[in-house]
């Protein structure tokens, strides 16, 4: 049976915009000492805007973008959406080919054929890292300087084309974070990102510290590290790929506009996206464990 100050405490961070999956999350949530974070869609609004596209031949660019946002089409990924999007915004006309085994490998990117032609599109690893990099140099080097995400798309044994999507940071991230290191609590930002957008996003949070080019399963060996060291460990994401590591977490927390996987795999939803809520949450639960 449930005790009234446990009820009590999870109807009232209820009004507060955080649901309590159960009591034992309300206990659980006190005890916390660190928080890692998801990036994309978590830390930021999760909506990338293409800013920069460039191409490898000075013709066909519209056939090649058609192409790749015709494959992106069948990925739920943000990026894969905003692509959509771009070509979208162009006015260009649907793809009469038709996109044949697409592949998606999950922290990496999509693969299918067109045409006959091998098609993939994704991040560096993905794409062959010293392809990718010397087309990057030949192009516009500062690019994962500015923050922004890279997306490479290779055609057979060429990359052919390279986009730079921007997200945006959540206007209550720096504060969130400030709000959890003040009270002493550590945080970490996890992503699949590259190494130097990882490193402007977390610091423009304020956040501890950072681990990028991290694969879904990589965040849940971090997530229990971070366990052996921490003890009481919280995990926010809102991706399907981060249902795992929600799931490591002593207390996994959903963004309230996540995917359906990370909502109902998590122990805790911020229904409004909110991420200061999390230290009012704990707020209410130190308080009930007093009382009990
Ligand atoms: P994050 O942790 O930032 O949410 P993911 O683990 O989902 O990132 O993906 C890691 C990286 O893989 C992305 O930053 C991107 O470069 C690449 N990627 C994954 N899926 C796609 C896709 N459908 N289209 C383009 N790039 C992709
Ligand atoms: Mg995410």
């Known amino acids: 049976s449930i005790m009234p100050a446990t009820l009590s405490a999870i109807s009232s961070s209820a009004k507060n915009g955080v649901l309590f999956k159960g009591g034992v999350h309300v206990e659980n949530l006190s005890h916390i000492k660190a928080v890692a974070f998801d990036k994309t869609g978590t830390l930021t609004n999760g909506k990338p805007v293409v800013t920069e596209a460039f191409y490898k031949e000075k013709d066909n660019q519209n056939q090649t973008l058609k192409i790749v946002a015709a494959i992106e089409k069948y990925s739920t990924h943000p990026l894969a959406q905003s692509i959509v999007q771009f070509t979208k915004e162009k006015g260009l006309d649907e793809l009469a080919s038709e996109v044949l085994d697409m592949t998606t490998i999950s922290g990496n990117g999509i693969s299918a054929v067109v045409d006959g032609d091998h098609w993939k599109i994704g991040k560096a690893d993905f794409v062959g890292k010293e392809d990718a990099m010397s087309f990057l140099h030949g192009v516009a080097n500062n690019l994962a300087n500015e923050g922004k995400t890279i997306v490479f798309a290779k055609k057979n044994n060429e990359i052919t084309a390279v986009f730079a999507l921007k997200d945006t940071i959540r206007k209550d991230a720096k504060n969130a974070i400030a709000l959890l290191k003040k009270h002493g609590i550590t945080t970490v930002m996890l992503t699949g990102d ?21 694969l879904p399963e990589e965040k849940v060996t971090h997530v229990k590290q971070l366990r052996e060291k921490y003890k009481n460990v919280s995990m926010v994401g809102d991706g399907i790929n981060d249902a795992p590591a929600l799931a490591s977490a002593n207390v996994g927390i959903a963004m309230g506009e996540g995917t359906d996987v990370a909502m109902e795999t998590a122990d805790v939803v911020l229904m409004k996206n909110d991420l200061t809520k999390i230290t009012e949450a704990m707020a209410i639960s130190t308080k009930m464990n007093k009382i009990i």
Do not use: F, P
């Open 194 to 214: 590259n190494e130097l957008t990882a490193k402007i996003i977390a610091k423009e949070a304020g956040i501890d510290s950072y681990i990028a080019n991290c």
